[in-house]
């Protein structure tokens, strides 16, 4: 049987629940009721072979519609003259007469008071976001714990755009910057709706850039290296030289050092050994922002050691549209061959074309990535599986032989 039934009817209330009409229209009214739902019911046929079913269904549409001050449906009718049964009143629409007799069918009165309070406070606070809204009913209705202090914040950049502090340092009450941290994707879209347009850096986008979007200070990016010269310390005492420093102290350093080596594996950062007039950097994947002000790293023999896979190779390629010079250390075919055993499989490798490597290394990235060394998946090379002796060979000879491209600074 087919015919609507007072479930069928609710549940064409929910899916404009669902889809935010009824709160969108407590933000921006329109002409949506009475609201006319679709109603099946039997034919001219069902009438004479199903009169009693007739009558149940009937009886089950009218036990919920509106009587009185009851929210729900209303019902119109309509008669039916049968040659057999005679003349019979049959539903033949049904109508939502008001928002409050849609909430009350679906049982969502408490969550409109809810959200008729957020738009009540946004429209006397901030009716800019009111679009927002709009747009997101749901989405607001479920921010609405922490609506109030949303627009605390909103309002307080509004009055201080592009502060230049740490989120730490926003002063509010009941607020704390995990806060903003925690909001910090609807946060943006909210932003982008209440502050004018010199107060967002627009050609930064995503969660990540929040700070630089809107004005924030970001933590600063650090550099963590080694001094493999005992001669060339930093503090006297003969510890260790492993040091953290801020990205701009970095880029004002200029170490005595004329050789620069980068790795991307913190045992082997930790177990480089010592080496004259040189140092080693602890190098972050894709990312080498933390290099890129300082200038002095151009005047060194710079080395780069990487896990002999396609993306250790991808990571030498982004490397070198900065620091066009940089030489690969242990990423060779021999290095490769005589570590074999070592081989493990690259779970997503890329096979991206890579312009600034040399033709050994392209040689090297080409087997790998088209499986020309294994029939069935890409090698890796891990860098800290590579034997230490191995590592000492190749330092000695870096010691002795600078790249045939370079010169000594």
């Avoid at 409109?112 to 809204?133: C, G, K, N, Q, Y």
Wanted: aromatic letters at 10%.
């Amino acid at each position: 049987m087919s015919w609507t039934t007072p479930a069928d009817l609710r549940a064409q209330v929910q899916k404009r629940w669902n889809q935010g009409i009824l709160l969108r229209n407590l933000v921006e009214p329109a002409d949506l009721f009475p609201l006319r739902l679709m109603l099946k019911g039997p034919s001219s046929t069902d009438m004479s072979e199903r009169f009693e079913a007739v009558r149940e269904w009937v009886r089950d549409l009218q036990s919920q519609a509106k009587v009185d001050s009851k929210r729900s449906y209303r019902l119109t009718w309509r008669t039916i003259r049968h040659r057999v049964i005679g003349s019979n009143a049959l539903p033949d629409e049904a109508w939502v007469d008001t928002p409050e007799d849609a909430f009350g069918l679906i049982g969502n009165t408490r969550e409109v008071l809810r959200f008729a309070d957020i738009v009540d406070e946004t429209r006397t606070r901030m009716p800019s976001l009111l679009p927002w809204l709009a747009r997101y009913p749901l989405r607001g209705l479920a921010l609405a714990d922490d609506w109030s202090g949303l627009l605390n914040i909103a309002a307080w950049l509004h009055a201080h755009p592009r502060p230049g502090i740490y989120l730490r340092q926003v002063d509010l009450p009941g607020l704390h910057s995990k806060f903003i941290e925690r909001h910090r994707a609807v946060l943006s879209e909210l932003l982008d709706y209440v502050l004018p347009g010199q107060a967002i850096d627009t050609s930064v986008t995503g969660t990540s850039n929040f700070l630089l979007r809107y004005g924030f200070r970001e933590k600063p990016l650090r550099v963590r290296f080694r001094l493999l010269d005992p001669g060339q310390a930093l503090f006297l005492g003969g510890t260790d030289q492993d040091i953290t420093i801020t990205q701009d102290a970095f880029a004002r350093l200029y170490p005595a050092a004329s050789q620069v080596f980068i790795t991307e594996n913190e045992v082997n950062f930790l177990a480089f050994p010592a080496l004259a007039d040189s140092m080693v950097v602890f190098g972050a994947g894709y990312g080498f922002d933390m290099l890129a002000q300082a200038e002095w790293l151009e005047n060194k023999v710079l080395y780069y050691w990487g896990d002999i896979d396609t993306h250790g190779f991808a990571i030498l390629d982004q490397l070198r549209s900065h620091m066009p010079h940089v030489v690969s250390f242990l990423m060779d075919k021999e290095t490769l061959i005589a570590h074999r055993e070592q081989w493990g499989v690259e779970p997503s490798p890329t096979l991206r074309e890579l312009t600034r490597l040399t033709p050994e290394e392209r040689g090297v990235y080409d087997d790998i990535r088209w499986q020309r060394l294994q029939n069935d998946f890409c090698v890796r090379l891990e860098q800290e599986r590579i034997a230490f002796g191995w590592l000492l060979r190749a330092l000695d000879k870096a010691e002795t032989t600078l790249p045939n491209s370079l010169t000594p600074p």
